[in-house]
């Protein structure tokens, strides 16, 4: 999940130095929702509620 955030980051870097201001938008806001659903799957897991095997 990592190297996707991290691949849509790029993307959105590249596309708004290029002047792509909506592609750019797109790949920022689908790395952003992908934090959230990682750092709230890390609170479940912090709180025991997942548990990784």
């Given amino acids: ?3 996707l955030i ?5 993307v959105a ?3 708004a130095l290029l002047g792509f201001g909506r592609v750019s ?3 920022l806001t689908g ?7 990682a750092l ?4 479940l897991v912090l709180l ?3 548990a990784l095997t």
Avoid: P, Q, R, S
Avoid at 6 to 10: G, R, S
Avoid at 31 to 37: E, S
Avoid at 40 to 43: I, L, R, S, T, V
């Fill in 13 to 15: 870097a590249i596309a």
């Fill in 25 to 27: 938008g797109a790949a």
């Fill in 40 to 43: 709230a799957f890390f609170a």
């Fill in 48 to 50: 025991g509620i997942v």
């Fill in 31 to 37: 790395a952003k929702i992908l934090v959230g659903i």
């Fill in 6 to 10: 991290l691949l849509l980051l790029v």
């Fill in 1 to 3: 999940m990592l190297k």
